[in-house]
Protein backbone atom coordinates (compact mmCIF):
# COMPACT_ATOMS: atom_id res chain seq x y z
CA UNK A 1 0.00 0.00 0.00
CA UNK A 2 1.33 3.49 -0.67
CA UNK A 3 3.86 2.34 -3.10
CA UNK A 4 3.52 5.64 -4.97
CA UNK A 5 3.43 7.94 -2.15
CA UNK A 6 6.15 6.12 -0.61
CA UNK A 7 7.97 7.38 -3.33
CA UNK A 8 7.09 10.92 -3.24
CA UNK A 9 9.74 12.73 -0.75
CA UNK A 10 10.02 16.07 -2.54
CA UNK A 11 7.17 17.77 -5.41
CA UNK A 12 10.43 17.06 -7.65
CA UNK A 13 9.29 13.37 -7.14
CA UNK A 14 5.70 14.11 -8.81
CA UNK A 15 6.86 15.60 -12.13
CA UNK A 16 8.44 12.23 -12.68
CA UNK A 17 5.27 10.25 -12.67
CA UNK A 18 3.68 9.31 -15.95
CA UNK A 19 -0.07 10.11 -16.39
CA UNK A 20 -1.37 6.67 -15.40
CA UNK A 21 0.62 6.85 -12.10
CA UNK A 22 -0.37 10.72 -10.96
CA UNK A 23 -3.97 8.45 -11.34
CA UNK A 24 -2.64 6.01 -9.22
CA UNK A 25 -0.73 8.30 -6.97
CA UNK A 26 -4.32 10.12 -6.64
CA UNK A 27 -6.07 7.32 -4.73
CA UNK A 28 -2.90 6.37 -2.88
CA UNK A 29 -3.64 9.69 -1.45
CA UNK A 30 -6.96 9.43 -0.55
CA UNK A 31 -6.83 5.95 1.41
CA UNK A 32 -3.93 8.05 3.60
CA UNK A 33 -6.82 10.67 4.37
CA UNK A 34 -8.69 7.73 4.89
CA UNK A 35 -6.33 6.54 7.31
CA UNK A 36 -5.55 9.05 9.35
CA UNK A 37 -9.52 10.75 9.23
CA UNK A 38 -11.08 7.35 10.28
CA UNK A 39 -8.59 7.44 13.34
CA UNK A 40 -8.19 11.37 14.59
CA UNK A 41 -10.51 13.13 12.33
CA UNK A 42 -10.11 16.35 10.59
CA UNK A 43 -10.95 18.70 7.68
CA UNK A 44 -12.84 15.95 5.21
CA UNK A 45 -14.11 17.26 2.39
CA UNK A 46 -11.86 20.47 0.96
CA UNK A 47 -9.14 17.70 1.12
CA UNK A 48 -10.79 14.96 -0.54
CA UNK A 49 -12.13 17.58 -3.46
CA UNK A 50 -8.35 18.96 -3.91
CA UNK A 51 -6.58 15.97 -4.63
CA UNK A 52 -5.98 16.03 -8.05
CA UNK A 53 -6.02 19.61 -8.12
CA UNK A 54 -3.12 19.77 -5.26
CA UNK A 55 -1.27 16.98 -7.93
CA UNK A 56 -1.27 19.70 -10.64
CA UNK A 57 -0.03 22.30 -8.90
CA UNK A 58 2.89 20.59 -7.75
CA UNK A 59 3.55 18.79 -11.18
CA UNK A 60 3.96 22.45 -12.73
CA UNK A 61 5.36 24.99 -10.09
CA UNK A 62 8.12 24.52 -8.14
CA UNK A 63 7.40 24.56 -4.99
CA UNK A 64 9.23 25.97 -2.94
CA UNK A 65 10.73 28.82 -5.11
CA UNK A 66 7.05 29.13 -6.57
CA UNK A 67 5.35 29.59 -3.23
CA UNK A 68 1.74 28.40 -2.75
CA UNK A 69 -0.51 29.84 0.23
CA UNK A 70 -3.58 27.94 1.35
CA UNK A 71 -6.46 29.38 2.41
CA UNK A 72 -7.70 28.58 6.11
CA UNK A 73 -5.23 25.37 5.43
CA UNK A 74 -9.01 23.39 5.10
CA UNK A 75 -7.44 21.69 1.53
CA UNK A 76 -4.02 21.47 2.64
CA UNK A 77 -3.39 18.07 3.68
CA UNK A 78 -2.85 16.72 0.04
CA UNK A 79 -0.18 19.28 -0.58
CA UNK A 80 1.50 18.49 2.76
CA UNK A 81 2.09 14.81 1.87
CA UNK A 82 3.70 15.63 -1.65
CA UNK A 83 5.97 18.06 0.77
CA UNK A 84 7.67 15.46 2.51
CA UNK A 85 4.64 14.54 5.34
CA UNK A 86 3.62 11.67 4.25
CA UNK A 87 4.18 9.76 7.37
CA UNK A 88 1.38 12.20 8.92
CA UNK A 89 -1.34 9.96 7.36
CA UNK A 90 0.05 6.62 6.43
CA UNK A 91 1.89 6.07 9.54
CA UNK A 92 -0.41 5.84 13.09
CA UNK A 93 2.52 6.62 15.21
CA UNK A 94 3.93 9.98 13.50
CA UNK A 95 0.03 11.41 13.12
CA UNK A 96 1.22 14.28 16.06
CA UNK A 97 3.97 14.70 13.79
CA UNK A 98 1.56 17.02 11.51
CA UNK A 99 -0.87 19.81 12.59
CA UNK A 100 -3.90 20.17 10.64
CA UNK A 101 -3.10 23.24 9.03
CA UNK A 102 0.41 24.75 6.97
CA UNK A 103 3.24 25.07 9.33
CA UNK A 104 6.60 26.56 8.03
CA UNK A 105 8.23 25.18 10.92
CA UNK A 106 7.21 21.32 9.76
CA UNK A 107 8.30 22.51 6.12
CA UNK A 108 9.99 25.06 3.51
CA UNK A 109 6.99 24.18 1.45
CA UNK A 110 4.61 26.26 4.27
CA UNK A 111 4.79 29.83 4.54
CA UNK A 112 2.20 30.67 7.18
CA UNK A 113 0.12 29.15 9.97
CA UNK A 114 -2.73 29.73 8.48
CA UNK A 115 -6.48 28.40 10.30
CA UNK A 116 -8.58 31.19 9.67
CA UNK A 117 -10.49 31.99 6.74
CA UNK A 118 -10.30 34.27 3.84
CA UNK A 119 -6.22 35.14 4.33
CA UNK A 120 -4.47 33.40 1.31
CA UNK A 121 -4.89 36.41 -1.48
CA UNK A 122 -3.59 39.54 1.08
CA UNK A 123 -0.89 36.73 2.27
CA UNK A 124 0.27 36.04 -1.32
CA UNK A 125 -0.13 39.61 -2.42
CA UNK A 126 2.98 40.40 0.12
CA UNK A 127 4.81 37.77 -1.27
CA UNK A 128 4.53 38.84 -4.51
CA UNK A 129 5.48 42.59 -3.39
CA UNK A 130 8.61 41.67 -2.14
CA UNK A 131 9.34 38.74 -4.77
CA UNK A 132 9.19 42.58 -6.80
CA UNK A 133 10.96 44.68 -4.89
CA UNK A 134 13.72 42.28 -5.17
CA UNK A 135 13.46 41.54 -8.71
CA UNK A 136 13.09 37.96 -8.19
CA UNK A 137 10.88 36.19 -10.88
CA UNK A 138 9.04 32.93 -8.88
CA UNK A 139 5.14 32.36 -9.20
CA UNK A 140 3.12 33.45 -6.14
CA UNK A 141 -0.12 31.74 -6.38
CA UNK A 142 -3.01 31.71 -3.50
CA UNK A 143 -5.72 28.84 -3.30
CA UNK A 144 -8.88 30.32 -1.89
CA UNK A 145 -12.09 28.35 -1.46
CA UNK A 146 -15.36 29.92 -2.64
CA UNK A 147 -16.88 30.22 1.41
CA UNK A 148 -13.76 32.21 1.93
CA UNK A 149 -14.50 34.97 -0.31
CA UNK A 150 -17.39 36.40 1.14
CA UNK A 151 -14.83 37.33 3.96
CA UNK A 152 -13.63 41.14 4.00
CA UNK A 153 -10.02 40.33 3.70
CA UNK A 154 -10.85 38.12 0.78
CA UNK A 155 -12.41 40.85 -0.78
CA UNK A 156 -9.86 44.14 -0.18
CA UNK A 157 -6.96 41.63 -1.45
CA UNK A 158 -8.98 41.16 -4.38
CA UNK A 159 -9.39 44.81 -4.70
CA UNK A 160 -5.76 45.14 -4.05
CA UNK A 161 -5.04 42.25 -6.60
CA UNK A 162 -6.54 44.41 -9.41
CA UNK A 163 -3.87 47.03 -9.46
CA UNK A 164 -1.26 44.92 -9.70
CA UNK A 165 0.97 44.49 -12.63
CA UNK A 166 3.11 40.83 -12.28
CA UNK A 167 2.52 37.51 -12.02
CA UNK A 168 -0.08 36.55 -9.23
CA UNK A 169 -1.89 33.49 -9.58
CA UNK A 170 -5.51 32.66 -7.74
CA UNK A 171 -6.86 29.67 -7.78
CA UNK A 172 -10.91 29.68 -6.38
CA UNK A 173 -11.29 26.25 -5.65
CA UNK A 174 -15.45 26.36 -6.15
CA UNK A 175 -16.95 23.25 -4.68
CA UNK A 176 -20.10 25.28 -4.23
CA UNK A 177 -20.21 25.13 -0.25
CA UNK A 178 -18.65 26.93 2.57
CA UNK A 179 -18.63 25.16 6.08
CA UNK A 180 -22.35 24.93 5.38
CA UNK A 181 -23.82 26.50 2.37
CA UNK A 182 -22.92 29.41 0.87
CA UNK A 183 -24.68 32.86 1.31
CA UNK A 184 -24.21 35.91 -0.37
CA UNK A 185 -24.98 38.19 -3.71
CA UNK A 186 -21.29 36.61 -5.15
CA UNK A 187 -22.62 33.00 -4.91
CA UNK A 188 -24.91 34.14 -7.47
CA UNK A 189 -22.30 34.99 -9.75
CA UNK A 190 -20.32 31.72 -8.76
CA UNK A 191 -22.92 29.76 -10.30
CA UNK A 192 -23.56 31.94 -13.58
CA UNK A 193 -19.81 31.80 -14.00
CA UNK A 194 -20.09 27.40 -13.69
CA UNK A 195 -23.07 27.61 -15.66
CA UNK A 196 -21.66 29.76 -18.64
CA UNK A 197 -18.42 27.62 -18.19
CA UNK A 198 -16.72 31.20 -17.16
CA UNK A 199 -18.52 33.23 -20.15
CA UNK A 200 -21.01 35.08 -18.53
CA UNK A 201 -20.53 38.82 -18.96
CA UNK A 202 -21.18 39.45 -15.10
CA UNK A 203 -18.17 38.23 -13.92
CA UNK A 204 -17.32 39.61 -10.12
CA UNK A 205 -13.38 39.05 -10.99
CA UNK A 206 -13.14 40.78 -13.92
CA UNK A 207 -15.03 43.78 -12.18
CA UNK A 208 -11.99 43.73 -9.85
CA UNK A 209 -9.83 44.42 -12.29
CA UNK A 210 -8.24 40.53 -12.71
CA UNK A 211 -7.65 38.68 -15.72
CA UNK A 212 -10.04 35.07 -15.69
CA UNK A 213 -10.06 31.49 -16.60
CA UNK A 214 -12.13 28.86 -15.83
CA UNK A 215 -11.59 24.89 -15.56
CA UNK A 216 -14.95 23.07 -15.21
CA UNK A 217 -12.85 19.73 -14.41
CA UNK A 218 -11.50 20.57 -11.08
CA UNK A 219 -11.14 16.46 -10.40
CA UNK A 220 -9.45 15.67 -13.51
CA UNK A 221 -5.46 15.70 -13.16
CA UNK A 222 -4.74 16.21 -17.24
CA UNK A 223 -6.92 19.46 -17.21
CA UNK A 224 -5.56 20.98 -14.62
CA UNK A 225 -2.25 20.32 -14.97
CA UNK A 226 -3.14 21.97 -18.82
CA UNK A 227 -4.71 24.49 -16.61
CA UNK A 228 -1.84 25.55 -14.72
CA UNK A 229 0.72 25.35 -17.65
CA UNK A 230 -1.43 28.42 -19.12
CA UNK A 231 -0.79 30.48 -15.96
CA UNK A 232 2.68 29.59 -15.22
CA UNK A 233 5.12 32.28 -14.95
CA UNK A 234 1.94 34.64 -16.23
CA UNK A 235 2.90 38.60 -16.46
CA UNK A 236 0.01 40.19 -14.40
CA UNK A 237 -2.63 38.93 -11.63
CA UNK A 238 -5.33 36.32 -13.15
CA UNK A 239 -8.38 34.27 -11.02
CA UNK A 240 -8.31 30.71 -12.09
CA UNK A 241 -11.41 29.54 -11.09
CA UNK A 242 -12.49 25.38 -10.89
CA UNK A 243 -14.95 23.69 -10.13
CA UNK A 244 -14.58 20.91 -7.75
CA UNK A 245 -16.58 18.07 -5.97
CA UNK A 246 -16.32 18.22 -1.97
CA UNK A 247 -15.90 15.44 -0.49
CA UNK A 248 -14.42 13.20 -3.32
CA UNK A 249 -14.25 9.70 -3.09
CA UNK A 250 -16.61 8.81 -0.04
CA UNK A 251 -20.17 8.46 -1.25
CA UNK A 252 -21.29 10.38 2.75
CA UNK A 253 -19.01 12.79 1.86
CA UNK A 254 -20.46 13.93 -1.42
CA UNK A 255 -23.91 13.62 -0.33
CA UNK A 256 -24.07 15.28 2.71
CA UNK A 257 -21.13 18.02 2.31
CA UNK A 258 -22.07 19.85 5.48
CA UNK A 259 -21.39 16.87 8.03
CA UNK A 260 -18.30 16.11 6.51
CA UNK A 261 -16.51 18.98 5.79
CA UNK A 262 -15.20 18.40 9.26
CA UNK A 263 -15.26 15.05 11.10
CA UNK A 264 -14.38 13.43 14.51
CA UNK A 265 -12.55 9.99 14.08
CA UNK A 266 -15.43 7.43 12.32
CA UNK A 267 -16.04 4.33 10.72
CA UNK A 268 -15.37 3.91 7.60
CA UNK A 269 -17.84 1.71 6.08
CA UNK A 270 -20.65 3.22 7.95
CA UNK A 271 -19.65 6.80 8.97
CA UNK A 272 -20.59 6.97 12.17
CA UNK A 273 -18.40 8.09 14.80
CA UNK A 274 -15.78 6.02 16.49
CA UNK A 275 -15.58 8.39 19.95
CA UNK A 276 -18.74 9.87 21.97
CA UNK A 277 -19.47 12.31 24.24
CA UNK A 278 -22.37 10.93 26.08
CA UNK A 279 -25.49 10.87 25.17
CA UNK A 280 -26.36 13.07 28.02
CA UNK A 281 -27.15 16.96 28.07
CA UNK A 282 -24.94 19.60 26.98
CA UNK A 283 -25.05 23.44 26.51
CA UNK A 284 -25.15 23.44 22.94
CA UNK A 285 -28.91 21.22 23.19
CA UNK A 286 -29.77 23.91 25.44
CA UNK A 287 -28.81 26.81 23.11
CA UNK A 288 -30.84 25.48 20.10
CA UNK A 289 -33.54 24.85 22.50
CA UNK A 290 -33.73 28.14 23.74
CA UNK A 291 -33.18 29.52 20.44
CA UNK A 292 -36.35 27.28 18.65
CA UNK A 293 -38.43 28.39 21.60
CA UNK A 294 -38.05 31.77 21.49
CA UNK A 295 -38.25 32.50 17.81
CA UNK A 296 -41.87 30.63 18.03
CA UNK A 297 -42.97 32.68 20.71
CA UNK A 298 -41.15 36.14 19.87
CA UNK A 299 -40.88 37.29 15.78
CA UNK A 300 -38.35 40.18 16.76
CA UNK A 301 -36.14 37.63 17.79
CA UNK A 302 -33.17 36.31 14.86
CA UNK A 303 -30.18 34.23 14.99
CA UNK A 304 -27.49 35.78 12.79
CA UNK A 305 -24.22 33.64 12.42
CA UNK A 306 -21.25 34.14 10.22
CA UNK A 307 -21.32 30.74 7.93
CA UNK A 308 -21.01 29.18 11.41
CA UNK A 309 -24.36 27.60 12.57
CA UNK A 310 -22.26 24.10 13.58
CA UNK A 311 -21.20 26.41 16.27
CA UNK A 312 -24.39 25.87 18.19
CA UNK A 313 -25.23 22.84 16.28
CA UNK A 314 -27.94 24.57 14.60
CA UNK A 315 -28.85 22.19 11.66
CA UNK A 316 -30.17 22.54 8.66
CA UNK A 317 -33.79 21.70 9.37
CA UNK A 318 -33.91 24.14 11.91
CA UNK A 319 -32.36 26.90 9.85
CA UNK A 320 -35.31 25.80 7.86
CA UNK A 321 -37.94 25.74 9.99
CA UNK A 322 -36.36 29.63 11.59
CA UNK A 323 -37.12 31.06 8.18
CA UNK A 324 -36.60 34.83 8.15
CA UNK A 325 -35.56 34.75 11.82
CA UNK A 326 -31.77 33.44 11.07
CA UNK A 327 -29.67 34.88 8.99
CA UNK A 328 -25.97 33.36 7.87
CA UNK A 329 -23.76 36.69 6.61
CA UNK A 330 -20.93 34.49 4.99
CA UNK A 331 -17.68 34.43 6.88
CA UNK A 332 -17.99 37.99 7.60
CA UNK A 333 -17.85 38.27 11.61
CA UNK A 334 -17.32 42.08 11.03
CA UNK A 335 -20.72 42.26 9.20
CA UNK A 336 -22.71 39.72 11.37
CA UNK A 337 -22.20 42.01 14.62
CA UNK A 338 -22.46 45.51 12.97
CA UNK A 339 -26.18 43.88 11.18
CA UNK A 340 -26.60 42.79 14.92
CA UNK A 341 -26.26 46.37 15.71
CA UNK A 342 -28.57 47.93 13.06
CA UNK A 343 -31.02 44.66 14.38
CA UNK A 344 -31.22 45.97 17.86
CA UNK A 345 -31.35 49.52 16.52
CA UNK A 346 -34.42 48.97 15.10
CA UNK A 347 -36.14 47.06 18.08
CA UNK A 348 -35.68 43.46 17.34
CA UNK A 349 -33.69 40.84 19.60
CA UNK A 350 -30.32 39.92 17.72
CA UNK A 351 -28.61 36.89 18.79
CA UNK A 352 -25.04 36.22 16.95
CA UNK A 353 -23.27 33.09 17.47
CA UNK A 354 -20.18 32.08 16.09
CA UNK A 355 -16.71 30.42 18.22
CA UNK A 356 -14.63 32.71 20.88
CA UNK A 357 -11.34 32.55 18.02
CA UNK A 358 -13.71 33.82 14.96
CA UNK A 359 -15.07 36.77 16.65
CA UNK A 360 -11.98 37.94 17.66
CA UNK A 361 -11.94 39.31 13.69
CA UNK A 362 -14.40 41.53 14.34
CA UNK A 363 -12.71 43.26 17.80
CA UNK A 364 -13.55 47.12 15.69
CA UNK A 365 -17.33 46.31 14.76
CA UNK A 366 -17.94 45.46 18.66
CA UNK A 367 -15.98 48.59 19.82
CA UNK A 368 -17.22 51.05 17.33
CA UNK A 369 -20.75 49.22 15.95
CA UNK A 370 -22.21 47.77 18.62
CA UNK A 371 -20.34 49.38 21.67
CA UNK A 372 -20.35 52.99 21.49
CA UNK A 373 -23.22 52.94 20.84
CA UNK A 374 -24.45 50.77 23.33
CA UNK A 375 -27.01 48.43 21.26
CA UNK A 376 -28.40 45.34 22.74
CA UNK A 377 -26.45 43.00 21.01
CA UNK A 378 -26.67 39.17 22.12
CA UNK A 379 -23.60 37.48 21.00
CA UNK A 380 -23.02 33.73 22.72
CA UNK A 381 -19.38 32.02 21.85
CA UNK A 382 -18.74 28.69 21.92
CA UNK A 383 -15.27 26.99 22.27
CA UNK A 384 -14.56 30.29 25.17
CA UNK A 385 -12.19 27.27 27.05
CA UNK A 386 -8.94 26.13 27.22
CA UNK A 387 -9.47 22.63 27.17
CA UNK A 388 -11.81 22.70 23.70
CA UNK A 389 -9.79 23.32 20.48
CA UNK A 390 -6.41 23.18 21.16
CA UNK A 391 -4.71 23.83 17.45
CA UNK A 392 -2.59 27.41 18.09
CA UNK A 393 -4.81 29.08 15.21
CA UNK A 394 -8.64 28.38 16.76
CA UNK A 395 -7.34 28.92 20.27
CA UNK A 396 -10.51 30.44 22.85
CA UNK A 397 -7.55 31.42 25.63
CA UNK A 398 -8.27 34.92 24.44
CA UNK A 399 -11.11 36.61 24.66
CA UNK A 400 -11.25 36.78 28.18
CA UNK A 401 -8.65 39.79 27.74
CA UNK A 402 -9.88 40.80 24.35
CA UNK A 403 -13.44 41.72 25.09
CA UNK A 404 -13.91 42.01 28.88
CA UNK A 405 -11.69 45.45 28.17
CA UNK A 406 -14.73 46.71 26.01
CA UNK A 407 -16.69 49.85 27.85
CA UNK A 408 -20.48 49.21 27.90
CA UNK A 409 -19.96 45.10 26.82
CA UNK A 410 -21.22 42.96 29.66
CA UNK A 411 -19.48 39.96 29.18
CA UNK A 412 -20.76 37.00 31.16
CA UNK A 413 -19.31 33.65 32.25
CA UNK A 414 -22.11 31.13 33.52
CA UNK A 415 -21.19 28.31 35.89
CA UNK A 416 -24.16 26.30 35.18
CA UNK A 417 -27.01 24.86 33.29
CA UNK A 418 -29.28 27.04 34.92
CA UNK A 419 -27.23 29.96 34.93
CA UNK A 420 -26.79 29.75 31.32
CA UNK A 421 -29.94 29.39 30.15
CA UNK A 422 -31.18 32.53 32.57
CA UNK A 423 -28.60 34.94 30.87
CA UNK A 424 -29.14 34.03 27.98
CA UNK A 425 -32.78 34.65 28.31
CA UNK A 426 -32.10 37.56 29.77
CA UNK A 427 -29.50 39.31 27.92
CA UNK A 428 -32.23 38.82 24.51
CA UNK A 429 -34.74 40.66 26.19
CA UNK A 430 -33.15 43.20 27.98
CA UNK A 431 -32.45 46.83 25.82
CA UNK A 432 -29.91 48.51 28.21
CA UNK A 433 -26.60 46.78 27.13
CA UNK A 434 -24.33 44.59 24.49
CA UNK A 435 -23.92 41.38 26.15
CA UNK A 436 -21.31 38.41 25.40
CA UNK A 437 -22.29 34.97 26.89
CA UNK A 438 -19.35 32.39 27.03
CA UNK A 439 -21.20 29.11 27.08
CA UNK A 440 -19.44 26.47 28.81
CA UNK A 441 -17.04 24.35 28.18
CA UNK A 442 -16.90 21.64 30.83
CA UNK A 443 -19.58 18.96 31.95
CA UNK A 444 -22.92 20.44 32.75
CA UNK A 445 -23.73 21.21 36.21
CA UNK A 446 -26.98 22.21 37.89
CA UNK A 447 -27.31 24.60 40.76
CA UNK A 448 -30.12 27.31 41.57
CA UNK A 449 -29.44 30.48 39.71
CA UNK A 450 -30.75 33.87 39.39
CA UNK A 451 -33.38 34.89 36.72
CA UNK A 452 -32.30 38.58 36.55
CA UNK A 453 -28.82 40.47 35.90
CA UNK A 454 -29.73 43.84 35.70
CA UNK A 455 -27.57 44.75 38.54
CA UNK A 456 -24.70 44.76 36.24
CA UNK A 457 -21.08 43.38 37.88
CA UNK A 458 -22.68 41.89 40.88
CA UNK A 459 -20.69 38.79 42.15
CA UNK A 460 -22.75 36.12 43.95
CA UNK A 461 -21.10 34.16 47.21
CA UNK A 462 -21.75 30.58 46.63
CA UNK A 463 -20.26 30.02 49.97
CA UNK A 464 -19.20 32.16 52.90
CA UNK A 465 -16.23 31.02 54.60
CA UNK A 466 -12.88 32.77 56.04
CA UNK A 467 -9.23 33.71 55.36
CA UNK A 468 -9.31 32.38 51.94
CA UNK A 469 -11.30 33.38 49.23
CA UNK A 470 -11.61 31.50 46.11
CA UNK A 471 -13.13 33.89 42.73
CA UNK A 472 -13.57 31.06 39.99
CA UNK A 473 -14.96 32.39 37.05
CA UNK A 474 -16.93 30.42 34.47
CA UNK A 475 -15.83 27.07 33.33
CA UNK A 476 -12.99 27.07 36.53
CA UNK A 477 -16.05 27.60 39.03
CA UNK A 478 -15.87 24.14 39.32
CA UNK A 479 -12.37 23.64 40.26
CA UNK A 480 -12.58 26.34 42.67
CA UNK A 481 -15.44 23.79 44.06
CA UNK A 482 -13.00 21.27 44.53
CA UNK A 483 -10.53 23.10 45.80
CA UNK A 484 -12.70 24.69 48.40
CA UNK A 485 -13.69 21.16 49.75
CA UNK A 486 -9.71 20.70 49.77
CA UNK A 487 -9.38 23.27 51.77
CA UNK A 488 -11.34 22.37 54.39
CA UNK A 489 -10.37 18.50 54.31
CA UNK A 490 -6.52 19.45 54.38
CA UNK A 491 -6.35 22.83 56.45
CA UNK A 492 -9.42 22.70 58.66
CA UNK A 493 -11.05 25.96 57.85
CA UNK A 494 -14.00 26.68 55.48
CA UNK A 495 -13.24 29.15 52.79
CA UNK A 496 -15.41 31.71 50.78
CA UNK A 497 -16.25 30.73 47.07
CA UNK A 498 -17.34 33.33 44.95
CA UNK A 499 -19.17 32.91 41.31
CA UNK A 500 -18.49 36.28 39.58
CA UNK A 501 -20.63 35.64 36.78
CA UNK A 502 -19.74 39.06 35.21
CA UNK A 503 -15.96 38.49 34.12
CA UNK A 504 -16.42 42.18 32.61
CA UNK A 505 -16.54 44.31 35.77
CA UNK A 506 -15.62 44.69 39.94
CA UNK A 507 -18.03 43.70 42.54
CA UNK A 508 -16.61 46.75 45.21
CA UNK A 509 -19.22 45.56 47.78
CA UNK A 510 -18.35 41.88 47.89
CA UNK A 511 -14.13 42.66 47.48
CA UNK A 512 -14.71 45.33 49.84
CA UNK A 513 -16.80 42.89 52.35
CA UNK A 514 -13.63 40.31 52.21
CA UNK A 515 -10.96 42.25 53.78
CA UNK A 516 -12.52 41.75 57.26
CA UNK A 517 -11.67 38.01 57.29
CA UNK A 518 -9.51 37.10 54.75
CA UNK A 519 -6.03 37.60 54.12
CA UNK A 520 -5.47 35.90 50.47
CA UNK A 521 -7.45 36.21 47.29
CA UNK A 522 -7.55 33.54 44.94
CA UNK A 523 -8.62 33.99 41.23
CA UNK A 524 -9.29 31.27 38.87
CA UNK A 525 -10.21 32.03 35.02
CA UNK A 526 -10.05 29.69 31.86
CA UNK A 527 -7.48 32.53 29.71
CA UNK A 528 -4.68 34.01 29.65
CA UNK A 529 -3.25 36.11 32.56
CA UNK A 530 -2.40 39.03 31.12
CA UNK A 531 -5.11 41.70 30.39
CA UNK A 532 -7.91 38.95 32.06
CA UNK A 533 -10.41 38.93 34.76
CA UNK A 534 -7.92 38.06 37.83
CA UNK A 535 -5.95 40.92 37.29
CA UNK A 536 -8.90 43.39 37.65
CA UNK A 537 -9.12 41.97 40.97
CA UNK A 538 -5.45 42.54 41.84
CA UNK A 539 -5.50 45.69 40.56
CA UNK A 540 -8.74 46.51 43.18
CA UNK A 541 -6.68 45.68 45.79
CA UNK A 542 -3.35 47.28 44.92
CA UNK A 543 -3.19 49.57 48.00
CA UNK A 544 -4.95 47.07 50.44
CA UNK A 545 -2.89 44.92 52.55
CA UNK A 546 -4.82 41.84 50.55
CA UNK A 547 -2.81 39.35 48.75
CA UNK A 548 -4.14 38.34 45.40
CA UNK A 549 -2.61 35.15 43.97
CA UNK A 550 -4.18 34.94 39.97
CA UNK A 551 -3.96 31.45 38.30
CA UNK A 552 -4.10 31.40 34.68
CA UNK A 553 -3.28 30.46 31.52
CA UNK A 554 0.16 32.72 29.93
CA UNK A 555 0.35 34.79 27.22
CA UNK A 556 1.56 32.23 24.98
CA UNK A 557 0.29 30.73 21.26
CA UNK A 558 -0.10 27.29 22.59
CA UNK A 559 -0.37 24.63 20.13
CA UNK A 560 -2.30 21.15 20.07
CA UNK A 561 -1.70 20.50 23.87
CA UNK A 562 -2.87 18.31 26.74
CA UNK A 563 -4.70 20.43 28.72
CA UNK A 564 -3.87 18.78 31.68
CA UNK A 565 -0.49 19.09 31.06
CA UNK A 566 -0.72 22.49 30.50
CA UNK A 567 -2.27 23.18 33.70
CA UNK A 568 0.41 21.19 35.66
CA UNK A 569 2.93 23.67 33.82
CA UNK A 570 1.52 26.89 35.11
CA UNK A 571 1.20 25.90 38.62
CA UNK A 572 -2.48 25.40 38.46
CA UNK A 573 -3.65 21.87 39.06
CA UNK A 574 -5.46 21.52 42.90
CA UNK A 575 -2.60 20.15 44.41
CA UNK A 576 0.06 22.93 43.35
CA UNK A 577 -2.50 25.80 44.54
CA UNK A 578 -3.21 23.89 47.84
CA UNK A 579 0.36 24.00 48.24
CA UNK A 580 0.40 27.23 47.72
CA UNK A 581 -1.89 28.09 49.97
CA UNK A 582 0.19 26.15 52.83
CA UNK A 583 2.95 28.31 52.10
CA UNK A 584 1.25 31.46 52.13
CA UNK A 585 -0.70 30.61 55.87
CA UNK A 586 2.58 28.78 57.13
Known amino acids: MYELLKSINTPDDVKKLKNDELESLASEMREALFNRLTKVGGHFGPNFGMVEATIALHYVFNSPKDKFVFDVSHQSYPHKMLTGRRNGYIDDEKFSEDSGYT ?10 NVGHTSTSIALAAGLANARDLKGDTENII ?41 HGGIYKNLAELRETKGKAVNNLFKAYGLDYIYE ?18 IDHPIVVHIHTQKGKGYALAETNKEAWHW ?7 TGAPTVSFGDGENYLGMTIDYIMEKAEKDKDFVVITPSMPGAIGLSAEKREKLGSQYMDVGIAEEAAVAIASGVAKNGAKPLVVTNMTFIQRAYDQI ?21 GLTDVTHLGIFGLAAFTNIPNLVVLAPTSAEEYKNM ?14 LIPGNQVSHREADDNFDRIDSYKVE ?17 GEVLAERIKEELGYTPTLI ?41 YYGTDKMMVKNYGLNKEFYDRYDPETLLREVGMTTDQILEDIKIFHS
Open 103 to 112: NPEESEHDFF
Open 142 to 182: AVIGDGSLSGGEAMEALNVAGEMTSNFIIVVNDNEMAIAET
Open 216 to 233: ENGNDIQSMISLFNKVKD
Open 263 to 269: TMPFDRE
Open 367 to 387: SQDICINNNPVTMVMNFCNFD
Open 424 to 437: LSWSVDQKEHPVMI
Open 463 to 479: QKGEKTAIIALGDFYQR
Open 499 to 539: NPRFASGIDSTVLDGLKSDHSLVITLEDGILSGGFGEKIAS
